[in-house]
């Protein structure tokens, strides 16, 4: 069936309403007679419409007076469907569809046809129409306007790029390096997204939490230390944590803020990230966290809202005071050290490292576990291990 400007094929015409191969040529003058006949021979033109001529008009080569439109929703799984423009010339007319979903930087796959559904590899892409319009004159081809880039699929989808060596896109692999927004996969129910420096973590409908990545410090919450990739999922569950409104994640930690006010954090706590007054180099104190624990220097004081930067992490509370724990070594803590950490004398760690004085048995709770300093992998850093104002 013709979408436009057609006519029905009947005896003598083929499925587009074009006169059938076979038949006698004829021509049509000016004033609407055909021609054929004997010299000198009166018009015919009635008879000729029992015989199967076609009345063509007199309108020439397709011309487009209205470009070709679309209508739906440009999101992963709907359809789009053609609407060819307005176009005069003479009829029949025959209208070819070509669609192209085109990618930011001129990338384009393209599909035929009076409808177009909209799939993940279209997620990010703008899509526009080509139609050609023909005629036995000659043909004609138009362009729509394209759509806006198309949406993931309705129900919380979402799209990551950026690298990606270990999964932590949520695209098992699709490429190491993603230089465009893809799919993320395996997940349809994301309503917020935190990316740390190996992993990520989802925030979903309902108040659960999923993690994809690199999972040596514990990052992605599942209770082991294999990647998500490495088991074979997009995806895995964060273990223990519901009523989650909020996701932090940086480096290698990341925090989840219950509805109730609660912080809970889990992966490396190199920086005394996790709140709980130890930190350091794991190979010393076997710090890191492989499931959410509850920050205690938090309990009872109501956050409304949380951060986190590289090693260092932050809460807003409902009184507006801003509260701050972990890596300290530009003061990005803001909270300076407290003068009774002078008065002590216990700032500065003492010459042996925790691995010498545990091997000699020398140290004191001091050495093992100072107030400000963190052992790490690179030496001693500043840090702090609970949060404050």
């Avoid at 809970?264 to 996790?274: D, I, K, R």
Wanted: with cysteine; proline share 5%.
């Amino acid at each position: 069936m013709l979408t436009g400007g057609g006519v029905a094929a009947g005896a003598g015409f083929d499925h587009v309403g074009r006169p059938g191969r076979g038949l006698p040529q004829t021509s049509v003058s000016a004033q609407g007679d055909v021609g054929g006949g004997a010299a000198g021979g009166g018009s015919s033109s009635v008879a000729s419409a029992s015989v199967g001529v076609p009345n063509i008009s007199v309108g020439g080569a397709p011309v487009a007076s209205a470009p070709p439109g679309i209508s739906g929703e440009a999101r992963e799984g709907g359809e789009l469907v053609a609407s060819p423009g307005t176009w005069s010339g003479g009829e029949p007319m025959e209208y070819v569809y070509r669609w192209l979903s085109c990618d930011a930087e001129g990338g384009c796959v393209s599909a035929g046809g009076p409808t177009y559904l909209l799939r993940a590899r279209d997620v990010g892409n703008a899509v526009k129409l080509e139609v050609t319009a023909s005629n036995d004159a000659g043909s004609a081809s138009e362009s729509s306007d394209a759509t806006a880039p198309v949406l993931p699929r309705a129900g919380g989808g979402a799209v990551a790029w950026g690298e990606d060596f270990h999964g932590q896109l949520g695209t098992l692999y699709r490429d190491l390096l993603e230089e465009r927004p893809v799919p993320v996969e395996g997940q349809r129910d994301i309503t917020q997204i935190a990316a740390g420096g190996s992993f990520s973590v989802n925030l979903l409908e309902g108040g659960a939490v999923s993690a994809s990545g690199a999972g040596r410090y514990g990052s992605i919450g599942d209770g082991g230390r294999k990647a998500s990739w490495e088991q074979g999922v997009s995806h895995v569950s964060v273990a223990n944590v519901t009523g989650v409104r909020q996701v932090a994640a940086a480096g290698e930690h990341a925090l989840a803020l219950l509805g109730n006010g609660t912080v809970e954090a889990w992966g490396n706590n190199a920086y005394g990230t996790l709140g709980n007054g130890t930190g350091g180099f794991e190979k010393e104190t076997g710090e890191n966290q492989l499931t959410p624990k509850v920050v205690s220097g938090l309990r009872g004081l109501h956050v409304s809202a949380v951060a986190a930067g590289g090693g260092s992490d932050y809460a807003v509370l409902e009184d507006g005071r801003v509260m701050a724990w972990g890596h300290d070594n530009g003061g990005q803590l803001g909270v300076g050290w407290p003068v009774e950490c002078f008065k002590r004398g216990s700032c500065e760690p003492q010459a042996e490292t925790v691995a010498q004085c545990t091997e000699h048995h020398t140290c004191g709770p001091r050495v093992e576990n100072p107030e400000h300093k963190c052992f790490t992998e690179t030496g001693w850093e500043l840090c702090g291990k609970i949060p404050r104002l």
